[in-house]
């Protein structure tokens, strides 16, 4: 039953972002109901998890996750609803007509979805709009990829036009970027993807991983943020695990902004280049709660408040001439689980693909004292709601066990 306070219902609370979310607009005053797929979820412990709820895991069982979801919205009068990963989010937008009329749902249309979604798409688009992208081809079989190989240096990136296949009910299939040395390589990894689904094969751009953040409507952005990353897990390049706040660069801003007014996007979204000596480079698009959310937080951008008032009480008017980028510079925090996977990654010296630009031994002992910097927030700690942080201590030391494990067992599976 509803007290009178508005009701948000985030998913996937194990997640830093989700944490994040909850604690934005549990301190506003606003009911936070709390949901993930396991039990052992740390956003569970949060204060301002004043709910818990319990869904299926949606790999699993993509029906039974929409099903539970659907019944907690009506059931508690729910006012919105923030799907915080992929795996939910492409459920939801599947089956968006259950909750028309019902709650307000942070996510985009279809179209605009799919933009974001298929690389290709998000590609052609950039072109379009004279956003600076990798030298790309389209791909679907081993051959055509082999024969267009030799317009390209070694190495060179495969990436699935799509990171996420939908499978009917069960669930959603992820797929990762991959990286070729040459042509023996190339037939390897293209063999993992024909007939799967669409392939860009892309050159390989050097350089520092960029996020221009921004909350839009339809296509206006009202708030901004930057970020570089610093550290990258898996460390040949992947999420970030520690990262820090940096002033709005024009020229990036300018480039995002092009891509958010074609889309005329409403809501979150993150634009992430690469750049490197040859200037910057889209690398993709993230229409979704994306990892690195708290740091601006912490850094004094509170993207879940401004995205619950705009969703729930309409944009502000007249829309301001320019988006909001006030915020702190200088201000880091890390994922805690994947920067140590970082360190021990570094120190040991595996990595996927040793052919790609990896950090020294001598950046991750550099680095390690700053695991105890005070001065480096962490994503799921704040003074005022200590226990998700707590309890994630245990649930690293048992991942990082396993993954010890089955790597020193050659299971495949590395640090």
């Given amino acids: ?42 956003g569970f412990r949060s204060r301002y998890a004043a709910e818990r709820v319990l869904y299926p895991d949606p790999a699993q069982d993509a029906a039974g996750t929409v099903e539970t979801l659907s019944h907690v919205v009506r059931e508690r009068g729910v006012d919105l609803l923030i799907p915080v990963t992929d795996d939910v989010l492409l ?29 290709g798409q998000t590609l052609a688009l950039a072109q379009q709009l004279g956003v600076p992208v990798p030298l790309s081809y389209p791909v679907q079989t081993v051959a055509e990829a082999h024969e267009i190989a030799g317009e390209l240096r070694w190495p060179v990136v495969v990436k699935p036009q799509r990171s996420r296949l939908q499978q009917g009910d069960s ?23 024909e007939g799967r689904c669409p392939v860009l094969l ?30 990258e897990v898996p460390i040949t390049g992947g999420a970030s695990s520690l990262r ?12 995002s902004r092009r ?40 850094s004094g951008m509170d993207f879940p408040a401004r995205l619950a008032d705009l969703l729930v009480n309409g944009p502000p008017l007249p829309l ?70 707590l309890a994630e201590l245990p649930k690293i030391a048992r991942n990082l066990l396993r993954k010890w494990s089955k790597a020193s067992q050659g299971k495949g599976e590395t640090l």
Avoid at 8 to 34: E, P, Q, Y
Avoid at 261 to 267: C, D, E, I, V
Avoid at 269 to 279: A, L, Y
């Fill in 1 to 42: 039953m509803k007290d009178g306070r508005s009701v948000v219902l985030v998913t996937d609370a194990d997640r830093g972002s989700a944490i994040a979310i909850m604690r934005s607009l549990g301190r506003r005053g606003w009911r936070v109901i709390a949901a993930d797929s396991s039990p052992h979820s740390v």
């Fill in 91 to 119: 459920l939801l937008a599947k089956v968006r007509q259950q909750f028309a009329g019902v709650c307000r749902v942070a996510m985009p249309d279809d179209a605009q979805l799919a933009a974001v979604a298929d690389k």
């Fill in 202 to 231: 892309q050159e390989y751009c050097a350089g520092v991983g960029h996020g221009v953040e921004l909350l839009a409507y339809e296509g206006q952005p009202l708030a901004a943020f930057q970020h570089k990353r610093l550290h």
């Fill in 320 to 389: 301001p001439a320019a988006p909001d980028s006030s915020y702190r510079v200088g201000v880091k925090a890390r994922n805690l689980e994947k920067d140590i996977v970082w360190l021990l990654a570094v120190l040991a010296g595996r990595r996927r693909y040793p052919f790609l630009e990896a950090p020294k031994r001598w950046e991750a002992l550099t680095a390690l004292p700053g695991l105890f910097d005070p001065r480096v927030c962490s994503d799921t700690f704040a003074w005022d709601d200590p226990r998700p942080a």
């Fill in 244 to 255: 820090q706040s940096v002033p709005l660069d024009p020229t990036l801003y300018e480039y």
């Fill in 171 to 193: 669930g959603v299939a992820v797929l990762e970027v991959a990286y070729a040395a040459s042509p023996t390589d190339l037939v390897r990894v293209m063999s993992r993807f």
């Fill in 259 to 298: 891509l958010v007014a074609a889309l005329k996007w409403t809501g979150l979204i993150m634009v992430e280049f690469k750049v490197g000596p040859g200037g910057p480079r889209l690398m993709e698009i993230n229409g979704r709660v994306w990892g690195s959310l708290p740091l601006a937080v912490f």
